[in-house]
Nanobody
Framework: QVQLVESGGGLVQTGGSLRLSCAAS????????MGWFRQAPGEEREFVAA????????YYADSVKGRFTISRDNAKMPVYLQMNSLKPEDTAVYYC???????????????????????WGQGTQVTVSS
């Protein structure tokens, strides 16, 4: 069993920055794909960003491209989500997730699909005030 724990959420003003972290219980994370998703009140959970197990390939939702950066240190944990130029519409609970099954089929379509992820964290609240 893998446990993921997000941290770093909080309240920030429009234009501000936050860095989320996703830590995990002890297990090798080689060949894992990590993703960040978010869910705003009354909305469905949506894809934010993902990173390959090497850290060399990243994927972003159009809504965060150029503002958010996902990173990891060479197949290790934790995984980070640096969020800059935050907007009120970024307000949501942010979840990290890990996939051990995507491996050779990692692309923008597969990383967006929630069912491709095997374990999820409990989420961390991000609130951006206007």
């Amino acid at each position: 069993q893998v446990q993921l724990v997000e941290s770093g959420g909080g309240l920030v003003q429009t234009g501000g920055s936050l860095r989320l972290s996703c830590a995990a219980s002890a297990r090798t994370f080689s060949s894992s794909t990590m993703g960040w998703f978010r869910q705003a009140p009354g909305e469905e959970r949506e894809f934010v960003a993902a990173i390959s197990w090497t850290g060399r390939t990243t994927y972003y939702a159009d809504s965060v491209k150029g503002r958010f950066t996902i990173s990891r240190d060479n197949a290790k944990m934790p995984v980070y989500l640096q969020m800059n130029s935050l907007k009120p519409e970024d307000t949501a609970v942010y979840y990290c997730a890990v996939s051990f099954s995507m491996r050779g089929s990692v692309n923008i379509a597969t990383v967006r699909t929630e069912t491709n992820y095997d374990y999820w964290g409990q989420g961390t609240q991000v609130t951006v005030s206007s």
